[in-house]
T-cell receptor, first 113, second 115 residues
C-alpha cells in the first residue's frame, strides 16, 4: 500500500538498550522527519533529512541517531535508551520542502523501563 | 523567532453546534499555514493549508479556515460539529527558525463533542 508506515507500533525496552524505529514511505518524497510527541510539549523535531545521505539535527536530537541510505527509509536509533525517551514517535515526509505540507505515519509508542 | 499559539487547550461543544479553533502565529513574511487533526492513537492528518490567494480556504471533512494578516490569525471553523470530530487539532506555520526551515506546531487544542 502506498503511504508512510512505521514499525513497530509499540515497543517496550529497558534503560541502556539500543532501539531502532523504522520508517518507510512509498511516495519518493525527498524530505523525511522524526518527531516526538509528549504531553505539554506538542511535536518536537528530532532529526530531518533533505535527501538520501543528507541528515541534520532538530531541536531535541541528543541521544538519537539517524541514517538515510535509501530515499524511502529513515530509521531512528536510540543508542542507549533512557526513561526520558519514553514518548510517541512520528515519522513524516514532504515532497517539496521542510516547511511545506508533511504526511505523517501512524506513530510508534515507545516505553523505556 | 517564529511561533504558533493555540490559546485553547481544551474545547467542548455539543454535536451540531458550530466550532471555531483559534490560531495565532508570529512570522515576518507571508507564511505557509496548516491545520492538522490527530484522532486518538493515530498520526496527524492534514485538514487544510494556506499558501497564497483567497484567504478563506476549504478543507476536508467540512472544515474551513480564514487567514487574517492584520490579526496574524488562521482560525479553523466548522458550521456543524459531528461526534467523529472529537480529536486534537494542531495549527502549524512553515518558516525559518533555529537555523533551518521547518514546520512549527502549536501545542494543540483537544476537542470534545457532547451528544
Amino acid at each position: 500500500d502506498a503511504g508512510i508506515t512505521q514499525s513497530p507500533r509499540y515497543k517496550i525496552t529497558e534503560t541502556g538498550r539500543q532501539v531502532t524505529l523504522m520508517c518507510h514511505q512509498t511516495w519518493s518524497h525527498s524530505y523525511m522527519f522524526w518527531y516526538r510527541q509528549d504531553l505539554g510539549h506538542g511535536l518536537r523535531l528530532i532529526y530531518y533529512s533533505a535527501a538520501a545521505d543528507i541528515t541534520d539535527k532538530g531541536e531535541v536530537s541528543d541521544g538519537y541517531v539517524v541514517s538515510r541510505s535509501k530515499t524511502e527509509n529513515f530509521p531512528l536509533t536510540l543508542e542507549s535508551a533512557t526513561r526520558s525517551q519514553t514518548s510517541v514517535y512520528f515519522c513524516a515526509s514532504s515532497f517539496r520542502s521542510s516547511y511545506n505540507e508533511q504526511f505523517f505515519g501512524p506513530g510508534t509508542r515507545l516505553t523505556v523501563l | 523567532a517564529q511561533s504558533v499559539t493555540q490559546p485553547d487547550i481544551h474545547i467542548t461543544v455539543s454535536e451540531g453546534a458550530s466550532l471555531e479553533l483559534r490560531c495565532n502565529y508570529s512570522y515576518g513574511a507571508t507564511p505557509y499555514l496548516f491545520w492538522y487533526v490527530q484522532s486518538p492513537g493515530q498520526g496527524l492528518q492534514l485538514l487544510l493549508k494556506y499558501f497564497s490567494g483567497d484567504t478563506l480556504v476549504q478543507g476536508i471533512k467540512g472544515f474551513e479556515a480564514e487567514f487574517k494578516r492584520s490579526q496574524s490569525s488562521f482560525n479553523l471553523r466548522k458550521p456543524s460539529v459531528h461526534w467523529s470530530d472529537a480529536a486534537e487539532y494542531f495549527c502549524a506555520v512553515g518558516g525559518f527558525s533555529g537555523g533551518y526551515n521547518k514546520l512549527i506546531f502549536g501545542a494543540g487544542t483537544r476537542l470534545a463533542v457532547h451528544p
